[in-house]
Nanobody, 124 residues
Framework: QLQASGGGLVQPGGSLRLSCAVSGFTLDDVIIGWFRQATGKEREGVSCLSRRARTTYIADSVKGRFTVSRDKAKNTLYLQMTDLQPEDTAVYYC???????????????????WGQGTLVTVSS
């Protein structure tokens, strides 16, 4: 199970930290990522971590503003978002790719377990 939380309403330039509590998997053993889907748009990859966090991906659209991290003890993935802009408004999802691959990728089709999503709204 994946439980995303931390979304909310924030003004442009503000910050939020999303959390994804993971159960049934150990973070070191899976590929895990953050995705978002704005109204009327396709789901897109924001960030991902490979097994043991050996590889990290951050989308160009959020590079320098978003940071992905994890707490192994809590088995939780985080997405620290700063300098949020209206175009960051979306439902954010965490997802797991349980296949025995290496690295990680930004394509939703590769991920087979999904959390329920948390809404981030950036508006003044």
């Amino acid at each position: 199970q994946l439980q995303a939380s931390g979304g909310g309403l924030v003004q442009p330039g503000g910050s939020l930290r999303l959390s994804c509590a993971v159960s049934g998997f150990t973070l070191d053993d899976v590929i895990i990522g953050w995705f978002r889907q704005a109204t009327g748009k396709e789901r897109e990859g924001v960030s991902c971590l490979s097994r043991r966090a050996r590889t990290t991906y951050i989308a160009d659209s959020v590079k320098g503003r978003f940071t992905v991290s994890r707490d192994k003890a809590k088995n939780t993935l985080y997405l620290q978002m700063t300098d949020l802009q209206p175009e960051d408004t979306a439902v954010y999802y965490c997802a797991v790719d349980s296949s025995p691959g290496v690295g990680c990728n930004r394509y939703p089709v590769s991920y087979d377990y999904w959390g329920q999503g948390t809404l981030v709204t950036v508006s003044s």
